[in-house]
């Protein structure tokens, strides 16, 4: 009986010890998960890529699409009619001032010069003749042996054959003229096109196609349209600048800079129709990089901004209190969220007013990720050294084919 009743006891006392165990044990795991709950994991740093911010001249400008024209043309055309002998050019060439170009048959107009050339020599052996018999009728005169009548007649006479003879000067030098006519040259230096006419045709001095077109295209001109809000601008700029503003022309199709060029001509009015103004470029063309009628992407370059705070445009953000981005803090491990004024943004380039300073890193890549305080890490590419994109050495490049050369974007 004893037996049974200390085995009932330790049967308890075993239980009793299993409830305690897992009482303990219980306990431990919501203390843990208590623990677990009050001090949450840290969140891992967000890769990111900053740039600096750097201080650089930046050019401010106007664009436009232009077309670029010759900044002289010539029809030249025959000014008298006959036969066309030959043709003293080659198609597409360039030409200089005075060279030949065309001569017509001159034989006519030489037979002409020669007729009037004899007329002259005709009247001339009569006026001497009227001359002498001036000089004797003067001498007769004062011995009574002629009249008062017959010495005026022959001065009269003297007069008329005299009035001859420059008659005569004049038609030679109009035949001259005619006969110079037959040779045709150049009247400025210039680029050929294409022949209008062959030898052997007759020309007319009413031909309105002419004989060929030469064009001037060194220097060259080309002639572009900016809004009219533009104007207030390029006004002040050509009030202030001591020399005549620069314009640059790139490729239609890409960023290749074709020439540079000065400001030749603001025009004088509005065109109210589409609320342009128009605008011409000279510039010298030794290469002929420029051609007659090609389009180009042009720049008006008002002034520069220097030393400028610049970053890539894609690290400004925008939000509904305006513009800003995250600048790394000195701890070099965490963000801030910085509020920014944008001065103006062209060619993927912010230039900054106020918020940053020269040699601040701030995010260009990463920041959907970012909050305020945000930690960060620098992504591998900038650690291995690579370039970051749309790093802030891209002012001067040419303008992409149809963007906007300058947005105001203060916030």
């Given amino acids: 009986m004893n037996t049974k009743l200390l085995y009932r006891r330790m049967t308890w006392i075993g239980v009793v010890a299993l409830l305690a165990l897992g009482g303990v044990s219980l306990w431990r795991m919501n203390n843990a998960g208590a623990a677990d709950k009050k001090a949450p994991r ?10 600096p911010v750097k201080p650089q001249d930046v050019p401010v400008y106007r664009s436009g699409i232009g077309t670029a024209t010759a900044s002289a043309t010539v029809t030249v055309k025959a000014r008298i009619d006959g036969q066309l002998d030959g043709i003293g050019f080659i198609e597409g060439q360039d030409v200089k001032a005075g060279q030949v170009l065309a001569r017509i048959d001159p034989r006519t107009l030489r037979a002409q010069l020669a007729q009037v050339q004899a007329q002259k020599a005709k009247d001339m052996a009569q006026l001497a003749n009227a001359r002498i018999d001036l000089q004797r009728y003067t001498t007769l005169i004062a011995e009574d042996a002629a009249t ?26 109009f035949a001259q003229v005619q006969l110079g006519f037959t040779t045709i040259t150049a009247p400025m230096a210039g680029r050929t096109g294409a022949s209008l006419v062959d030898p052997g045709n007759i020309v007319h001095a009413a031909d309105a196609t002419g004989i060929v077109v ?18 207030q601008a390029i006004n002040n700029a050509l009030n202030t600048s001591h020399q005549p503003l620069a314009v640059e022309a790139y490729a239609r199709d890409g960023n290749e800079l074709l020439g540079k060029g000065k400001l030749v001509l603001l025009n004088n009015q509005i065109d109210t129709t589409n609320g342009t103004i128009q605008v011409k470029g000279s510039f010298a063309n030794p290469q002929h990089r420029l051609w007659p009628g090609e389009f180009v992407n042009v720049r008006l370059i008002l002034g520069v901004r220097q030393h400028a ?4 445009a894609a690290a400004v953000q925008r939000g509904q209190d305006g513009t800003y981005a995250y600048v790394v803090n000195d701890d070099g491990k965490t963000v801030r969220n910085q509020p920014i004024v944008v001065a103006m943004i062209q060619d993927g380039i912010a230039v900054i007013d106020k918020g940053v300073a020269a040699g601040q890193r701030v995010v260009l890549d990463g920041q959907y990720k970012l909050r305020q305080g945000a930690q960060i890490v620098e992504s591998a590419a900038r650690q291995g050294g690579g370039r970051p994109r749309g ?11 149809d963007s906007s050369a300058q947005q105001s974007s203060k916030g």
């Fill in 148 to 173: 008062k009548q017959q010495l005026d007649t022959q001065k009269a006479l003297v007069a008329q054959l005299e009035a001859a003879t420059q008659t005569d000067d004049a038609q030679i030098n």
């Fill in 214 to 231: 030469i064009n001037k295209i060194d220097p060259i001109s080309v002639v572009f349209t900016v809004p009219e809000e533009a104007f």
């Fill in 391 to 401: 790093g802030a050495g891209g002012v001067g490049r040419a303008p992409a084919a």
């Fill in 309 to 312: 705070l610049t970053l890539p």
């Fill in 42 to 51: 840290a969140a891992p740093p967000v890769q990111v890529t900053t740039v």
